[in-house]
């Protein structure tokens, strides 16, 4: 299977988030390229390595063989590129650790492509859509991605605390735009398959990640509340999923500091982490905790936590925007832009033959 290097430099976001990749056909003078041209080779199962900023940050699965498509309008607001285009879609993995090129460049040289290079002799990216990216690079790539996830199993550290907090911002379309493409593609995707031992390590680490992210808030909630309303109400502020276990919907119990008020105002705290940093990274809520949101929604807050156990400055964000809906129904047609992940099932159907 071939693999190829995209320059997303005026694109990434959009494209990345967006799951696929577009090119014109040919430029605004009507002249095509090598790059152009190389889009239409590009066939479902092909590797795609994300190059943005000078670094590998995201490697992507070719979902489809390129197809004939207009310009993404998102892209159209830039005005750069004529609408006839080619499209190939895309199943992303964002690289929490991107690979910098200048890093990795002493390993790379030798292997440069006399002719079509991604990247110029000094390391530095050429000026052009897509190039093929040597078997050589593609193994240097992947290694080091291996070395990284190994390396983040083995060191989810606990140190750190959280520096920064702030209210949530809409990015409802954003994610509407990312469930469209995914049913889209869904028919074509391939899916990855986990062993039983993989599936039980995942489901490990993302315990531990929640773990640290409900330790962190419930440490920095206490400390602010502390501040707002003395040591009295600062002792009052539980982290009950530790001290009542894990059914209640909720995290934590403490006081809105963010809106000062006597007596304080009880709040309830629903916390979810993720390593990334990335704020459009995806998440998960069960039912028991919608129906929470509702219940308790004038004092109920999400936080989530970016940059877990990365030895880095966490950043929390909190979204207590629960007031204006009636039921978990509502949540789910106006709040969330979501892919439900299980269905309970009350009842089967057996048509008779």
């Not at 590129?81 to 890093?103: A, C, F, K, Q």
């Not at 390391?123 to 390396?151: K, M, S, T």
């Not at 978990?328 to 992940?341: F, G, M």
């Amino acid at each position: 299977m071939s693999n190829f290097i995209v320059m997303q430099n005026a694109t990434h976001e959009e494209e990345v988030s967006g799951g696929y990749m577009w090119s014109p056909q040919k430029n605004k003078n009507g002249n095509s390229n090598h790059a152009y041209e190389r889009m239409a080779t590009i066939k479902a199962g092909n590797k795609i390595y994300s190059c943005f900023d000078q670094a590998i940050r995201a490697v992507g699965i070719a979902t489809s063989d390129c197809y004939i498509a207009e310009q993404p309008h998102e892209l159209q607001e830039k005005d750069l590129w004529s609408n006839e285009g080619y499209r190939v879609d895309v199943d992303y993995t964002i690289l929490e650790h991107p690979i910098m090129i200048r890093d990795v460049w002493g390993d790379m040289e030798s292997d440069r492509p006399q002719k079509y290079s991604a990247f110029q002799e000094n390391g530095r990216g050429n000026q052009a859509y897509l190039f093929p990216c040597p078997e050589a690079w593609a193994n240097l790539f992947d290694n080091f991605i291996h070395e990284v996830i190994q390396e983040a199993d083995a060191e989810l550290i606990e140190d750190g605390e959280i520096k920064e907090e702030k209210l949530a911002t809409s990015n409802y379309e954003l994610g509407e735009s990312k469930v469209s493409n995914r049913v889209a593609r869904s028919t074509n995707k391939r899916g990855r398959v986990v062993s039983q031992l993989q599936l039980q390590n995942d489901l490990k680490k993302r315990k531990k990640i929640g773990d640290i992210a409900e330790q962190k808030v419930f440490e920095y909630v206490k400390k602010k509340v502390r501040e707002a309303f003395g040591e009295e109400y600062g002792e009052q502020v539980e982290h009950v999923a530790q001290t009542q276990g894990d059914g209640l919907g909720y995290d934590i119990t403490a006081f809105d500091y963010l809106q000062p008020q006597s007596p304080p105002k009880p709040i309830k705290i629903e916390v979810k982490g993720t390593t990334s940093t990335s704020t459009n990274a995806v998440y998960s809520i069960s039912y028991p905790e919608l129906e929470k949101f509702i219940q308790y929604k004038d004092e109920m807050w999400l936080v989530r936590v970016y940059g877990v156990g990365k030895n880095r400055e966490m950043k929390m964000e909190i979204d207590n925007d629960f007031s204006g809906y009636n039921s978990v129904s509502d949540l789910l047609t106006r709040k969330y832009a979501y892919i439900p992940s299980t269905i309970d099932v009350y009842g089967t159907r057996v048509e008779d033959k």
